[in-house]
């Protein structure tokens, strides 16, 4: 029975901690690229831009603070059916509370808009020797 809940504790915390990362890293950061590529950055001394990296904060805090908790559960010798869902709503609650929030981020700070998939053609109409309906 304890295997059990081990296993399933595990992952549901696995889970949590992938959708939200995947809520930082995919929702944010598709189609919004940084205004200076690596090389960029290190040509430039700008190494870290402050408007667009803030996005990689929460992931870090996420791994800092879900790492931190299971070393201080395991020296506690608190079991796992107990901290592990203490550990997923830490990292849920830190994925939806650490800004920017996703309509900040994607009208207000430092980024490179491109299109996914489709061409400006085809999205906006403009330069289509189409007639327009």
């Given at each position: ?44 001394g700008r190494w870290i831009i402050p408007a667009y990296d803030v996005v990689f904060v929460a992931p870090g805090i996420m791994i800092l603070a879900s ?67």
């Amino acid at each position: 029975m304890r295997a059990d809940a081990v296993g399933f504790t595990n992952i549901c915390t696995a889970g949590v901690f992938a959708i939200s990362l995947f809520r930082h890293g995919g929702l944010y950061l598709l189609g919004y690229h940084p205004p200076l590529s690596l090389p960029g950055r290190f040509m430039t001394g700008r190494w870290i831009i402050p408007a667009y990296d803030v996005v990689f904060v929460a992931p870090g805090i996420m791994i800092l603070a879900s790492a931190t908790a299971a070393i201080g559960f395991a020296n506690w010798n608190v079991p796992i059916e107990i901290s592990g869902p203490i550990i997923s709503a830490l990292v849920a609650f830190i994925a939806w509370q650490t800004p920017p929030g996703l309509n900040r981020w994607r009208l207000t700070d430092e980024h490179r808009i491109v299109h996914l998939g489709a061409s400006t053609v085809e999205l906006t109409g403009v330069g289509s020797s189409k007639p327009s309906s």
